[in-house]
T-cell receptor, first 116, second 115 residues
Framework: AQKITQTQPGMFVQEKEAVTLDCTYD???????LFWYKQPSSGEMIFLIY??????QNATEGRYSLNFQKARKSANLVISASQLGDSAMYFC?????????????FGAGTTVTVRA | ETGVTQSPTHLIKTRGQQVTLRCSSQ?????VSWYQQALGQGPQFIFQ???????GRGNFPPRFSGLQFPNYSSELNVNALELDDSALYLC??????????????FGNGTRLTVT
C-alpha cells in the first residue's frame, strides 16, 4: 500500500519569491515514481515533474524542482520565482514501478495563493 | 496534438439514476484511467483500461463500470447513483500501459452532482 501525506492545506507566497510544498510518502515498493500535479480552479490536473526512486539527481523542470530525500521519504516541490498564474492546488502522487501497479496514489493537496 | 477531452462538463442527476461520462484520450495514448475527486480531496483511482480491457481497479463497487473503444476513447458508467457519488470525475490517458514513469495526462473533468 502507498500513502502520500501533504501537511500544508494552504500557503501564501509573494510574487517572485520561492515556495516549498511538502510531501512525505510511505511505501513497501522497492522501486517507485513520484509525481507532482497542479490543479487550477478549472479542474484540469497538469503534470509538473517526475522523480524516480533510483534517480541519482533531483528532478528539475523550468521553475519547478524536486527536493528528493529518499531516506526521509520526502519529495518536496520547490517553485521558484512565483507568478500569479501559479495560484492553484498542488498534488503529490506516487506509483510503484511494477508490472501490475497502475494507479497513482494522491495526497490531499496544498492550495497555493500567490500575492502581487 | 489534441489533449484529453471529457464530456459533459457538468451534470446533475437524481439519486438512483444512472450516468455515463465520456472521455477521448490524447492522440497516441492507448491507456485510459478514471479518478474520482471529492471536494477538497485528492483524486481516487477507479479503474484503468488498456487495449479495451480493464487491467486495474481501485476500491469502488461494481456499479462503477467502464468501457474502452477501439479508438481508445472511454466511458465511465455509474448505476444506482448515491449522494456520495457527487464529485469531479477525471479521465487520464497515457501511452504504453500506464506503468512506471509515464505521467498521466488529465482532462478537465466532469462535475457530477447527485441530488
Amino acid at each position: 500500500a502507498q500513502k502520500i501525506t501533504q501537511t500544508q492545506p494552504g500557503m501564501f507566497v509573494q510574487e517572485k519569491e520561492a515556495v516549498t510544498l511538502d510531501c512525505t510518502y510511505d511505501t513497501s515498493d522497492p522501486s517507485y515514481g513520484l509525481f507532482w500535479y497542479k490543479q487550477p480552479s478549472s479542474g484540469e490536473m497538469i503534470f509538473l515533474i517526475y522523480q524516480g526512486s533510483y534517480d541519482q539527481q533531483n528532478a528539475t523542470e523550468g521553475r519547478y524542482s524536486l527536493n528528493f530525500q529518499k531516506a526521509r521519504k520526502s519529495a518536496n516541490l520547490v517553485i521558484s520565482a512565483s507568478q500569479l498564474g501559479d495560484s492553484a492546488m498542488y498534488f503529490c502522487a506516487m506509483r510503484g514501478i511494477r508490472s501490475n501497479d497502475y494507479k497513482l496514489s494522491f495526497g490531499a493537496g496544498t492550495t497555493v495563493t500567490v500575492r502581487a | 496534438e489534441t489533449g484529453v477531452t471529457q464530456s459533459p462538463t457538468h451534470l446533475i442527476k437524481t439519486r438512483g439514476q444512472q450516468v455515463t461520462l465520456r472521455c477521448s484520450s490524447q492522440s497516441g495514448h492507448n491507456t485510459v484511467s478514471w479518478y474520482q475527486q471529492a471536494l477538497g480531496q485528492g483524486p481516487q483511482f477507479i479503474f484503468q483500461y488498456y487495449r479495451e480491457e480493464e487491467n486495474g481497479r481501485g476500491n469502488f463497487p461494481p456499479r462503477f463500470s467502464g468501457l474502452q473503444f477501439p479508438n481508445y476513447s472511454s466511458e465511465l458508467n455509474v448505476n444506482a447513483l448515491e449522494l456520495d457519488d457527487s464529485a469531479l470525475y477525471l479521465c487520464a490517458s497515457t501511452p504504453g500501459g500506464g506503468l512506471g514513469n509515464s505521467p498521466l495526462h488529465f482532462g478537465n473533468g466532469t462535475r457530477l452532482t447527485v441530488t
